[in-house]
């Protein structure tokens, strides 16, 4: 009789163990992703004033812009993480393509406001790069937990599944081309 007991305290006790564990885990997955989304937004927001100044200097590049806008438009716009992961990867693309379109205008690379705004993007691209790859360590060590036994039995039970690792897109692995 005493042994049952003890082994069904065991057994609560390694059951609430894991219960946390995966809650503290999984929330510093949410929270790692709240730290890219940081800085997603802080991007979006500068994209407006990037594209204006570039908009007065480079007019006939309405298509360039246009699609940065809209970009811009479909991560503000997406509810999910997987849906912010590709609207990111393709926003991306098209600010790459963008400062490709600024080295044809030398007046435009001179402008004080363009260049402090490029340096803007540059700091927050380098703290989107640092915030993926603290979110990527995050996910791994949480499904890594979750698929693992004993740890995928309790997982199991408290329907905890996988997270989504951030991956670039197949575009942004693609270096871009530059034409003057």
Do not use: C
Request: charged share 25%.
């Amino acid at each position: 009789m005493l042994f049952l007991i003890i082994v069904i305290v065991l057994l609560v006790l390694l059951t609430v163990s894991y219960q946390n564990k995966f809650v503290k885990l999984h929330e510093r997955v949410k929270n790692s992703w709240s730290q890219i989304d940081v800085q997603l937004q802080k991007r979006v927001d500068l994209i407006p004033n990037l594209v204006e100044t570039v908009k007065g200097y480079a007019t006939h590049e309405k298509e360039t812009l246009d699609a940065v806008i809209s970009a811009r438009t479909r991560y503000t716009t997406a509810s999910t993480v997987d849906e912010k992961m590709k609207a990111s990867g393709e926003l991306s693309g098209l600010l790459s393509r963008l400062m490709m379109v600024s080295e044809s205008y030398p007046d435009l690379k001179a402008n004080v406001n363009f260049m402090d705004l490029q340096k803007q993007l540059k700091d927050i691209e380098d703290k989107i790069g640092y915030a993926r790859q603290f979110y990527n360590d995050t996910v791994t060590s949480y499904n890594q937990s979750i698929k693992m036994i004993p740890g995928s039995i309790f997982a199991g039970i408290f329907k905890f599944t996988e997270e989504p690792l951030f991956k670039a897109d197949e575009g942004a692995k693609e270096t871009p081309k530059v034409k003057f």
